[in-house]
């Protein structure tokens, strides 16, 4: 067993003898984000699911990142800590733009900071936008395992739970193995080669879930811990998405949060200390007429989340490139 993946091991024993569980909260709403990359034609089309969701890559998608020589589903050495100050930190009111479907082609909508497909973004993309002064975040799922993936294979049926409902060709992790762990290493090593900036790892909120294998809030707790501790070594910032019952238990670790429908849910309390903390929550409502939202919606929506100092979008369910602003 090679150091990195004792280490992992001890951090995955450690994990299950953690504290009491946190206990999570009941019927925790249901996000329609887990549609991203979806096509009509893709199976479950845009039905509505449990969270942020990456779909197979298209014809036209990237070409695919077991290509690439730079990739590799094993994790390199765990890298020693970060020092102070070495990854970035977003700024409270920054604007940004998320794209999820296809290949990203225009870059130049006016934003400070895109959210984009960490396996399917082009080299070239990052690049550019780096060139123009914007920063990047790599979004991947880290509670999920996508069978699409360049890396899938390299899961075995100990880190499978239950398949998520209305997703054929999905399943929630285990994400308290050390092969999960492992892999999701490898993939914060990817992002460190494609220069992000950022990474946004999604569906670690499983324990909301009926995921299968008896996660709790407190094992999301300690996955997210062990996810910002390997992606600042790597000097990458991470964000918390959604998962509102753990805020208060990994806000230090994390430098911002992606948010949707809080205002649709009326729970947008429950990520100010996010602001509070000087750390921006990227924040997407999904209006039912995009590409177009009403005025008068728009305006409802608008003055609750400059209330808050979230820095709001509006997408469509498929996060393509419309987008529209407060």
Known sequence: MSPATSVLVVGALLAQLSSAAILPRLGYPLHPYHAVHRGPDAPGG??????????APTEEAAVPTDADPTYSASASPVPSPAPAGAFWQPAVGSTWQIELTGIVSDTTYAADIWDLDLFDVPQATIDSLHAAGKKVICYFSAGSLEDWRSDAATFTAADKGAAMEGWEGEWWLDTRTANV??????????????NCDAVDPDNVDGYGNDNGVGLTAADSTDYLHFLADQAHARGLSIGLKNAADIVGSVLDKMQFHVNEQCIEYDECNLFTPFIDAGKPVFHIEYPETAPTVAAEDKSQRCTAAVSSGFSTVFKAYNLDSWIETC
Not at 46 to 55: D, E, I, L
């Open 46 to 55: 845009f039905a509505v699911a449990s969270r942020t969701r990456s779909v």
């Open 181 to 194: 762990r492992s892999i999701m290493a490898a993939r914060l090593d990817l992002a460190q080669s494609k």
